[in-house]
């Protein structure tokens, strides 16, 4: 008989699940009652939308049996059954091999919680089984195949007898270890528990024959044990539950139990709805970003069921993109079972379901903000970007929906705060609602533009993320407040007279102004006194549509259009340097033209802009020094 191999990724989950010291073995029972789940669910989804078959709900369902003098565990379902082509396929290859690509190999060696938290399907068998016997025999065909593996080595697939449709999983269960118990997993109790714990919403009855004790015959005081068939899960899906007879452990149980997520859930959300529409649905906000979130291969969508049955895995329609990050299910009994995906998108119903749910998120994450903000942080740190990019998607429509959700660093309280507090403390003075863009915190911190504002004890919020500034242009103002960047022209505070940056020095010293602007050509728009620095010699700002960040984000893009912000380099005319440039101008143009390059390229340096000579520019300053 021909040994298999198993593909390559395959092997290393299974190297992983026979060698794991990991502490929740039992999850594996959860992973095969649910596959079964699922193949009785692909019967009756056949059976629903295909007049030729009945489906008779008392031939369908899961069965766990234990016999201890042998070690066997037996979990068998009257499902839909494999063919050997698809033992070979479905049991041969692992189908998440993803959530192992992207954990190094340390993280695996230190017991990550990956196992439990993902949930690895079919292979946890071999957390607890030496050897792994599958029969199965596909609905409508005439055989049946045993497919065998002992782990590492591979699998061996052969035909062999089985009566009707369905599979048997059978598990020859590991001999206890010296700190390791495996007998748990054939004591009817323990069974019990664990089936009760993660498996009781399961749609079909999960049977077992449970030990009872009854009078002996004719016997007054002597007892006898029987075995008697019982039903252990409960049957009813968790979410035509009542909330309150539901605890967070369930819902987390029963977001490992569907995987969605390698993390625990952040917050829950139970909705039942029956009115107008009718749906129930149970809703996540993951505590992580998933590690693929970013990647094109990441899809939103909610399950979708209909009357109890999956119709769906992935219903995007259900979540707008600013949301994507949410996970969880919606059943609904008013979505018929045969629609198509085509027509789902256009179906009434859907679009009312999917109107709420976005609101009952969205009130969520309010009420989380406001009554727990150490957790909304946790939240915003992992999801916040695409609020912002929410804001600033489809031109802005859904911008006051999400601007009482974002939060930024303020420079004042050094932590983040939202759009509400800023505009609640600015003095009466203040017009804008001010903010400064760079690569952290601590670099905007240091920026020269930030000064006078800082001075006038103006709060300012710090953008950090590539987005933050796109997303402000699109709001405009908040609480008819208008956003202002610290590099922008005019900055609405009047220079006090201590200041003297004014008009005066501007037509004073009109001529050194032209003569640096013509040095530096076509790379500044202008070289203008500055009225916004006191202790800096020079910054850049920016007139127009487009600011230096941006420039760079746009720039960063891969259908770079060269896009320029139109920039400005101001002076301090109250530093000593501009004495030196002053005195320059009239006595050594060369000596203009060196000082004059060099702040120019000290102001890219500030702004972390790239200076197009590096070299040219330490040879500037050598020559300054000697
Ligand atoms: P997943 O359930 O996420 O697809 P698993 O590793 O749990 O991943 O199962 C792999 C595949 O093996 C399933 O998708 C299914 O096609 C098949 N399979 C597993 N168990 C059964 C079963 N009891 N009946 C029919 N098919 C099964
Ligand atoms: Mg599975």
Request: charged fraction near 30%; glycine fraction near 4%.
């Amino acid at each position: 008989m021909e040994t298999k191999q198993f593909k390559a990724e395959s092997k290393r989950l299974l190297d992983m699940m026979i060698h794991s010291i990991y502490t929740h073995r039992e999850i594996f029972l959860r992973e095969l009652i649910s596959n079964a789940s699922d193949a009785i669910d692909k019967i009756y989804y056949k059976a629903l939308t295909d007049d030729s078959l009945t489906f008779e709900k008392d031939d369908y369902y899961i069965k766990v049996e234990a016999d201890k003098d042998h070690r066997l565990l037996k979990i068998s379902d009257t499902g839909i059954g494999m063919a050997k082509e698809e033992l070979e396929s479905h049991l041969g290859t692992i189908a998440k091999s993803g959530s192992l690509a992207f954990k190094t190999e340390n993280e695996l060696k230190d017991g990550y919680d990956i196992i439990g938290q993902f949930g690895v399907g079919f292979y946890s068998a071999f957390m607890v089984a030496d050897v792994v016997t599958v029969i199965s025999k596909a609905h409508g065909s005439e055989e049946a195949f045993k497919w065998e593996s002992k782990g590492a080595e591979g699998y061996t697939i052969v035909p062999t007898e089985k009566a009707a449709a369905g599979t048997e999983i059978i598990l020859t269960i590991k001999e206890n270890t010296e700190d390791e118990n495996f007998d748990e997993f054939l004591e009817e109790y323990r069974l019990k528990a664990i089936i009760k714990k993660y498996s009781d919403f399961i749609r079909y009855p999960i049977k077992m024959n449970v030990t009872k004790s009854r009078l002996k015959a004719g016997s007054e005081n002597e007892y006898e044990e029987y075995k008697e068939e019982q039903t252990i899960n409960s049957m009813v899906p968790i979410w035509r539950k009542n909330k309150s007879e539901l605890s967070a452990e369930d819902y987390n149980h029963f977001y490992q139990e569907k995987h969605y997520g390698f993390d625990k859930p952040l917050k829950h959300i139970h909705i039942s709805v029956d009115g107008a529409i009718r749906y129930n649905a149970i809703l996540y906000i993951p505590e992580k970003m998933p590690f693929d979130y970013y990647s094109p291969e990441y899809e939103k969508g909610l399950e979708l069921y209909s009357s109890g049955v999956l119709i769906m895995n992935k219903c995007a329609d259900l979540l707008p993109d600013y949301f994507s990050f949410v996970k969880g299910m919606v059943d609904s009994e008013d979505l018929s079972l045969n629609i198509s995906r085509e027509m789902l998108q256009h179906d009434r119903q859907l679009k009312l379901i999917a109107k709420n749910i976005n609101k009952k998120i969205k009130s969520e994450l309010q009420g989380l903000l406001k009554n727990e903000r150490d957790q909304y942080i946790q939240f915003y740190q992992s999801f916040g970007r695409q609020l912002k990019y929410g804001v600033y998607s489809d031109f802005g429509a859904h911008k006051e929906e999400l601007q009482d959700l974002l939060m930024f660093y303020s420079s004042k309280e050094k932590k983040l705060v939202t759009l509400e507090e800023y505009v609640s403390r600015m003095p009466e003075d203040q017009k804008y609602i001010y903010y400064a863009t760079g690569e952290s915190n601590e670099r905007i911190e240091k920026l020269p533009q930030t000064e006078i504002i800082a001075d006038k004890g103006y709060e300012i919020l710090y953008f950090t993320d590539d987005i933050d500034e796109f997303a402000i242009r699109m709001l405009m103002s908040y609480k008819e407040k208008e956003f202002k960047s610290v590099s922008s022209g005019d900055l609405g505070i009047d220079s006090d007279d201590s200041q003297g940056n004014d008009a005066t020095s501007e037509e004073e010293h009109k001529d050194l102004f032209e003569q640096m602007k013509s040095i530096l050509a076509d790379k500044v728009k202008d070289v203008r006194a500055s009225k916004r620095l006191k202790t800096h010699p020079v910054c850049l700002t920016t007139d127009g549509a487009v600011s230096i960040e941006m420039e760079k984000v746009l720039n960063a893009m891969p259908n770079n259009q060269n896009v320029k912000a139109d920039k400005i380099l101001e002076i301090n005319v109250h530093h000593d340097v501009f004495q030196a440039l002053t005195e320059a101008l009239s006595t050594d143009k060369e000596k203009l033209a060196l000082y004059t390059t060099l702040l120019y390229n000290q102001s890219l340096l500030i702004e972390g802009l790239p200076i197009e000579d590096p070299v040219e520019f330490t040879n500037n300053i050598c020559k300054v020094m000697v």
